[in-house]
């Protein structure tokens, strides 16, 4: 079983729609949640932390559900410029190390 | 959030060849730096953690001795890439931790080609 799995997705949606990601993860020790966005052929930036009560940024909506070990992100109002593929990102428990999900790709058209 | 470069940007080389990479934290001092890997339409997978002044800490898998890093600052840790074969051709993302907030500034990532 992967450490951190997410739906590859891609995820093709109008401009307007509202998509939702999901991400789970194997160890229940991990105390740090992240959602990345890279875009093709760049780094990863950080689009959000998530934290156990829930947070949202503007249109972002992040939720941790810690029993089922599940992470989610719900975007509102699809941009163009949301396109990008959406990377599930979990540290390790004991350490700062980072454990990245494979990605999901989202795809705005218009 | 900290500013990191790294550089080249890309790199072709041919196989045998050694290549090094630099990481350098702009704005921030780094004791910890991360280097990562990703191959085209996979994960970022962790190499090694980077700590300035001592050895680095590698990844179950990652040849220690074919990938060196050095930190020898707080704000520059490289990564050379020794004897490269056309496996070892990939994206190199490089990072530093700020202990305070708990995330990581990643750089612009290197595009290493070989031939």
């Known amino acids: 079983r992967k450490e951190v799995e997410q739906d590859p997705g891609p995820f093709n949606v109008p401009e307007g729609a509202t998509v939702a990601f999901n991400c789970t993860y194997s160890?229940?020790?991990?105390?740090?949640f992240f959602w990345y966005r890279q875009d093709c052929r760049k780094e990863p930036k950080l689009l959000m932390s998530v934290y156990s009560s829930g947070n949202e940024d503007g249109r972002f909506t992040a939720q941790l559900n810690r029993a089922s070990q599940y992470i989610s992100l719900l975007i509102r109002d699809s941009k163009l410029s949301d396109s990008a593929t959406y990377l599930c990102v979990v540290n390790d428990g004991g350490y700062n190390k980072l454990i990245f999900g494979a990605g999901t790709r989202l795809a705005v058209h218009p | 959030g900290a500013v990191v470069s790294q550089h080249p940007s890309w790199v072709i080389c041919k196989s045998g060849t050694s290549v090094k990479i630099e990481c350098r934290s702009l704005d921030f001092q780094a004791t910890t730096m991360f280097w990562y890997r990703q191959f085209p339409k996979q994960s970022l997978m962790l190499m090694a953690t980077s700590n300035e002044g001592s050895k680095a800490t590698y990844e179950q898998g990652v040849e220690k001795d074919k990938f060196l890093i050095n930190h020898a600052s707080l704000t520059l840790s490289t990564l050379t890439v020794t004897s490269a074969h056309p496996e070892d051709s990939s994206f190199y993302i490089c990072s530093v931790w700020d202990r305070g907030s708990y995330e990581q500034y990643f750089g612009p990532g290197t595009r290493l080609t070989v031939t």
């Open positions: 160890n229940s020790a991990s105390q740090s």
